[in-house]
């Protein structure tokens, strides 16, 4: 069933990056309707994606739509401060 769900590439603004995904009628009728999903309930009705993608919004005309979006560039500041965290670990 998850096999069916379509992924957009992502689009990007100044802060954000964005992506959208298209659930086909079977899974988007699983959806709660009228509020925005959790991390565990998009998993949980099959949509796969990297950390970070958080549902941001609701298109109302196309609820089986589902946009999300995470800040720019996310994980690179969390391994660099890894990296960082393990260089002064090394060093001490």
Known sequence: MAN???????????????????L?????????K????????????????SRGWVHYAI???EPHIMLFRRPKNYGQ????ATAAGAEVQLLA
């Open 59 to 61: 298109h109302r005309p």
């Open 4 to 22: 069916n769900i379509q992924y957009s590439e992502k689009y990007y603004d100044d802060v954000f990056e964005y992506r959208h995904v298209v």
């Open 77 to 80: 500041p969390q391994a660099l």
């Open 34 to 49: 009228g509020r925005l999903l959790s991390e565990a309930e998009w998993r949980g009705i099959g949509v796969q994606q």
């Open 24 to 32: 086909p009628p079977e899974i988007a009728a699983l959806m709660p």
